[in-house]
């Protein structure tokens, strides 16, 4: 069974593995626009070249997409996973990372005080950094 710790960990993982994907997709594209008719590497280079590296480039570029379309089907199975934890504990982990809410929006939504939120947050990642350390 998998602890808050590790989907947590692995929630975390998977975020930063799609925004490095979409980073990587975003400057190959430049990079591709670059190569293009009237970009400053293309009139550097032969037409053939600039076909060749066209063509590599196109090939990166699908390859990044379809990493970053696992990674996306992958966090959206994490999120399906994790809702179904319950406990107060998971909720305000869910709702705090996944959700993007404030502490002050978790406590609206739940119905307890921000200090208590506040502090229960505090604890969990007291014990999350001392579980991942």
């Keep these: 069974m998998i602890t808050i710790y590790e989907w ?5 993982d998977t975020m930063t593995d799609i925004d490095i994907l979409e980073l990587e997709v975003e400057c190959k594209e430049k990079e591709l626009s670059r190569w293009l008719d009237g970009g400053d590497l293309e009139k550097t280079q032969t037409f053939l070249t600039s076909l060749e590296k066209q063509g590599e480039i196109k090939e990166v570029i699908n390859n990044l997409k379809t990493k ?3 990674k996306q ?3 959206e199975r994490i ?3 994790i809702e179904r934890f319950e406990g107060l504990d998971n ?8 959700d993007e809410l404030s502490l002050s929006e978790i406590a609206q939504l739940t119905k307890y005080s921000y200090s208590y ?4 947050h505090a604890a969990l990642m007291r014990m999350i950094k001392f579980k991942l350390d």
């Design 117 to 120: 939120i506040k502090s229960r």
């Design 79 to 81: 999120v399906t996973l």
């Design 73 to 75: 089907s992958h966090r």
């Design 68 to 70: 970053l379309e696992e």
């Design 8 to 12: 947590l960990r692995l929630y975390n």
């Design 91 to 98: 909720r305000i982990l869910i709702m705090r990372y996944v």
